[in-house]
């Protein structure tokens, strides 16, 4: 009777073998599915008799046993799977800011910001030929309007894009959060399932392996797996899920930006209001150290949500960004380095086209001593009566581009009792006294009137020399990109020379990202050898189990038909 048993164990092993191959067959496409294998193993003998003298005891089988179903996976393939498809997503998302940083400065409505520049500078060069004529005045002011406002256009659409990637670091730290309270989920359902050390939660296996996949693709993190079956995440070097508890990342809000920073709450300092609301310092807790160097070797550049981070920067950048001392805080971020460099372009086109008419003016510099006693280091000034025709009416310097916030001259009285206009400097800690993109606009009583500018002298002859200072400032190669670059240029190749270097930029990411693909569809490709189902494998499985059911049938076909006959011959 025994043997019945025998047949039957092969039948439930040939059956629940045949569920886990088509359990591989119908997840074939499914994304993260681990291939599963059966490992069959002999059932406890049982010993008839012993005999010292023997080689080994008298024992008869119980049949077989289903020991287990295990995942076919390679901890060093995944290891590496995801450290590349960390860097590929990292060059991945810079490719793709410096493609919209392109399209930013490329186009605008349909017009390239060159073809603005380009006009200004006609318009400059017509001035050259006939200054005192009121088309070409009229025409240099309107060209000057059309300047400030695509350069108003380009400058926000980089800001809005600074925006538009806040808003996905917003959404990728909740997704990493929401991550993170999965694995201690899946963590707890799988505990739970093996404790017995009998069954095996593949497929939560499976589903805790995609999203350690995904996670991956955001951040620099490792992982481990305890005895018990847990796993425990790093991001950054830091506990992420770890014993039960998922250390989610907080964001604290810039209250003038709106930009958030990614931080560590259990590393962070914090102060309570009367309202009970904690205020964060995050100095040292924040999630990525941005001011590091992004290398390969150093292993820095892994991860899409630091690249995001990098791009967008803390801040709108100017062109006080870019001074010595400074400019090592933007030039790792694509956005912010090209804003300051953008806004550098039109500032130095401001200040010296102001320039050159505050010198028709009169305007001198050097030291003025005031009736209260100061004096104005290196002030740039001239008397309100003074000799000048490049004047308004109440005597103030003209300006073809103005602030908006605040007045390019001030009225003060000197020592000698005179009264002087003194040009308000621009200071890096008051944005509001800069000639910034933000912060500019075409003189309006020149919009309305622009043969206020003149052009001729006190004896009415025509002042060429102004208006060839404005055309030889255009051809002046005094202006840098940036610190780190040596080559002078003038304001007509500036622009040429940012696109290029954005372009240059752009094809550097590229080619890292295109091979960096290159490099994670080989690392896949290997794991998918060893976790993919294969169909023409599976099908051989399906056939070899179904066998085995059908030779487990027939044997208990021939116990049954060889107890009937016994009992029937033994019954007669």
Not at 133 to 138: D, E, F, W
Request: charged share 25%.
């Amino acid at each position: 009777m025994g043997s019945l048993y025998i047949g039957s164990s092969g039948l439930q092993t040939s059956q629940n073998a045949l569920n886990t191959t088509a359990h591989n067959l119908s997840n074939v496409d499914t994304t993260g599915y681990t291939r599963q294998q059966v490992q069959q193993s002999n059932r406890a003998y049982v010993t008839l008799s012993t005999d010292p003298k023997s080689i080994a005891n008298k024992q008869t089988g119980l049949g077989v046993t289903y020991s287990r179903v295990k995942q076919v996976r390679d901890y060093f393939l995944d290891k590496t799977y995801r450290k590349e498809s960390g860097r590929s997503m990292f060059y991945e998302v810079s490719t793709e800011v410096m493609e919209e940083v392109e399209s930013q400065l490329g186009e605008l409505n349909g017009e390239a910001f060159q073809t603005t520049m380009t006009d200004f500078w006609t318009a400059v060069q017509e001035l050259s030929k006939d200054p005192s004529s009121s088309v070409t005045q009229g025409l240099i002011v309107q060209r000057a309007s059309e300047f400030v406002q695509r350069a108003s256009a380009v400058y926000d659409g980089l800001s809005s894009y600074q925006d538009n990637l806040n808003t996905q670091i917003r959404q990728n730290v909740d997704k990493i959060n929401k991550y993170g309270n999965q694995l201690l989920t899946l963590n707890d359902q799988i505990r739970a399932i093996e404790c017995g050390g009998i069954e095996h939660a593949n497929d939560l296996r499976d589903a805790r392996n995609q999203i350690l996949d995904e996670l991956a693709e955001l951040t620099n993190m490792s992982f481990s797996e305890d005895r018990y079956g847990s796993v425990s995440v790093q991001i950054e070097g830091v506990d992420f899920v770890k014993d039960g508890t998922c250390y989610e990342i907080a964001m604290k809000t810039d209250e003038a930006t709106g930009f958030v920073t990614p931080f560590w709450p259990m590393n962070a300092s914090y102060t309570t209001r009367d309202d009970g609301t904690r205020v964060y310092n995050i100095d040292g807790a924040e999630v990525f150290d941005l001011s590091i160097e992004i290398s390969s070797d150093l292993g820095t550049d892994i991860g899409g949500l630091k690249a995001m981070l990098l791009a967008r920067g803390d801040h709108r950048a100017n062109y006080t960004d870019l001074a010595e001392g400074k400019y090592d805080s933007v030039s790792q971020s694509v956005v912010m380095n090209i804003q300051g460099e953008f806004d550098q372009m039109i500032h130095n086109v401001v200040t010296k086209i102001n320039d050159i008419l505050a010198e028709a003016a009169g305007v001198q510099s050097g030291d003025l001593e005031l009736a209260d006693g100061t004096t104005l280091k290196n002030a740039k000034y001239c008397a309100v009566d003074s000799d000048g025709y490049m004047r308004m009416e109440d005597g103030t310097p003209i300006q073809l581009f103005t602030k908006v916030t605040t007045d390019g001259y001030r009225k003060v009285t000197g020592k000698d009792g005179k009264d002087y206009w003194v040009m308000n400097e621009e200071k890096a800690d008051s944005p509001e006294s800069l000639y910034t993109i933000g912060n500019l606009q075409v003189n309006s009583a020149l919009m309305q009137e622009p043969s206020k500018l003149g052009f001729r002298l006190a004896d009415g002859s025509e002042d060429k020399k102004t208006a060839d200072a404005l055309k030889a400032a255009f051809t002046e190669e005094s202006y840098t990109l940036n610190p780190n670059v040596q080559k002078k240029t003038t304001f007509v190749d500036y622009y040429t020379d940012l696109v290029s270097q954005v372009a240059n930029s752009g094809y550097v990411f590229r080619s890292i990202y295109e091979n960096q693909v290159n490099t994670v569809e080989a690392t896949q490709s290997a794991r998918e050898q060893v976790v993919g189902v294969s169909t023409d494998e599976e099908l051989s499985n399906m056939i070899k189990f179904q066998n085995a059911y059908n030779a487990s049938s027939r044997y208990i076909n021939v116990i049954s038909e060889m107890l009937e006959h016994i009992i029937s011959t033994l019954g007669v």
